[in-house]
């Protein structure tokens, strides 16, 4: 396929570097048997050497990269539905079920409700206490406590009747889709579409695919930043840097310290641009660019001062420090003495059993140590092979152009930052994604000789295929595997009488704090909705949610037995307790 780059020629310093790190890599990869054994078939990738072979398959990549821009768009469209298509065949042959399980899930679909009517925020509900849940205020006002970014998108659907599902399988495949666009235009259409199914066959990816999180919009919005940026780059026209502005602004209020990781590497190439260019395209550049942002990044201003009293103390860190301190970015030391005394037995028993032994291993390990370990943990979530490791160092002798080493530039300050972070996840690295995959195609690309260019696409393709078949189920069960959420589900459906208050019990001893269902997620506030979600306070503090409610009907539901008991209506609870 025809190309711009340095290629690796047969002998150079550059190849003898290259070979001599795969072939380390490689060895590092046969020392684990089961990960050798297990993907032994990707040496089908020596059909290759066959003539008629390696010619369909460099063929079909010239035809796909010397694609005019107008098929370039239909061809991104077509991977944007075949991604729609895939993902929703995928979760339902693995029955997955549509419907928020995690904490975090839960608290962006109430946040969307929110959203959805017209607010930021509630007023703090008379009843408080038995609202009280993870990640979201109940003082003084009533509402979740992350950044409004996603809930716009998600209160946006709501606003059109979508399940909140099918929002995020829409976002998932268009950040697949746009994958494709700007590894494209990076490298060349083939390896662009290489890049969009390495992405899509991650098992993180499909887990992901109907959960509603900000992972999948934070990589979105950061590829449109990317897109809107390399058109500016090339047209310096000021609607590049209106979308430029507006897609900046929005990542800002989902996932600022992602957003930052791609943001600084592109404002500095932009301000590298901005210097050889004439006064009227920057002021005209600069100007919309704030202009398109500042809406957003009002919305958050707001927030932060209704919410936590301060124009710039993110209800994030107003949360977090009041609930779990020592989970604050940068916080390697802390007295026991100064954790709060938490009400919540469940919030009690999430700090002791998940956040506290992640804190303790953090400030245990020296910085540099911690820097190196997350380094190497982003390659599991990011990669569909550990052969895909080959690549990595032979694609860095592809980064010859700006937008290309802004691209890697994000990766290292996304390594740099997340050290200083105590907790940390898989989905976290999964959002560097496009960036890896960039610098596998690359590596990839590099190679000169046509046999070695049609093995190594054909070697991609077969692991593609592999990652599709081996599914690792343990994932999604261990991410979305909640029976006694989807119980209470059920049971929840089958009551009658309405309006209702079910009234959960928690048992620290036997319940999951990973499994909360108090969250009133079909409503924007708890009063309106049939059946409210509240907590079990013990009998001298129910009273007061009974007087509260006195014409709707009790019930008491049981997590640990999965039973729901009807108690009466609330005037004759009142009345009798």
């Not at 205020?137 to 970014?149: D, E, K, L, S």
């Not at 001062?305 to 020592?326: E, K, L, M, Y």
């Not at 009658?496 to 079910?502: G, K």
Request: net charge positive; aromatic share 12%.
């Amino acid at each position: 396929m025809p190309s711009s780059d340095p290629v690796i020629p047969a002998r150079s310093p550059r190849s003898a570097f290259a070979l001599a790190a795969a072939g380390a890599l490689f060895g590092v990869a046969f020392l684990d048997r089961a990960a050798f054994v297990r993907d032994a078939w990707v040496w089908l990738a020596l059909l290759a050497l066959l003539r008629p072979i390696r010619r369909t398959i460099l063929t079909a990549g010239q035809f796909i990269s010397a694609i005019s821009p107008p098929g370039r768009r239909r061809l991104t469209l077509a991977v944007f539905f075949i991604s729609v298509l895939f993902l929703f065949l995928e979760a339902c042959l693995h029955k997955r079920e549509f419907f928020p399980k995690i904490h975090d899930e839960q608290m962006f679909l109430l946040q969307a409700r929110v959203v959805a009517a017209g607010h930021l925020w509630m007023p703090p509900h008379p009843m408080a206490d038995f609202f009280e849940t993870f990640h979201v205020f109940v003082r003084p006002v009533y509402a979740p406590m992350y950044f409004p970014g996603t809930a716009l998108i998600y209160g946006f659907g709501m606003l059109l009747h979508l399940p909140p599902w099918s929002v995020s399988l829409c976002l998932m495949a268009a950040a697949v889709a746009m994958v494709f666009r700007v590894t494209a235009e990076l490298a060349d259409g083939a390896y662009g579409l290489l890049a969009a199914l390495l992405i899509l066959a991650l098992p993180m990816t499909r887990v992901l695919s109907i959960a509603i999180f900000s992972y999948a919009p934070m990589m979105l919005l950061g590829l449109l930043a990317v897109w809107a940026w390399l058109h500016w780059r090339r047209t310096q026209r000021p609607r590049w840097a209106a979308a430029l502005g507006l897609f900046v602004g929005w990542a800002l209020i989902t996932r600022p310290v992602d957003a930052l990781c791609i943001i600084v590497p592109l404002s500095v190439a932009m301000a590298l641009d901005l210097r050889r260019a004439q006064r009227s395209v920057r002021v005209a550049s600069i100007t919309l660019l704030i202009a398109f942002a500042l809406p957003f990044l009002s919305l958050q201003l707001l927030m932060d001062r209704h919410i936590t009293g301060h124009w710039f103390h993110t209800p994030v860190a107003a949360f977090n420090g009041a609930h779990w301190p020592a989970n604050a970015m940068g916080v390697r030391t802390i007295a026991p003495t100064t954790q709060p005394a938490l009400a919540l037995p469940q919030f009690r028993k999430y700090r002791e059993t998940f956040l506290d032994p992640q804190i303790a291993e953090y400030r245990a390990r020296p910085i540099i140590r911690t820097l190196w370990r997350r380094t190497v943990m982003l390659l599991h979530p990011t990669l569909v092979s550990p052969y895909l490791m080959l690549l990595l160092p032979v694609g860095l002798l592809a980064l010859t152009t700006q937008p290309r080493e802004a691209m890697l530039a994000s990766v290292l300050l996304f390594l740099v930052a997340y050290a200083f972070f105590p907790s940390m996840i898989g989905a976290y690295f999964w959002m560097m994604t496009p960036a890896i995959s960039l610098l596998v195609v690359l590596g990839a690309r590099q190679f000169k000789a046509p046999v070695m260019q049609a093995m190594l696409m054909l070697a991609l393709l077969v692991l593609i295929v592999q990652s599709f078949v081996h599914y690792p189920l343990g994932m999604e069960r261990a991410m979305f595997d909640k029976p006694s959420l989807t119980d209470a589900r059920h049971q929840l459906a089958t009551i009658t009488r309405l309006p209702a208050v079910v009234l959960f019990t928690f048992d620290p001893a036997h319940d999951s704090a990973e499994e909360e269902p108090v969250y009133n997620t079909a409503t924007a506030w708890p009063d309106d909705a049939s059946i409210i979600r509240a907590h079990d306070l013990g009998p001298l503090q129910n009273l007061r949610i009974f007087s509260y409610y006195p014409d709707r009907a009790f019930y008491r539901y049981d997590r640990n037995g999965q039973t729901c008991t009807y108690l009466g209506m609330g005037r004759d609870l009142a009345s009798r307790e």
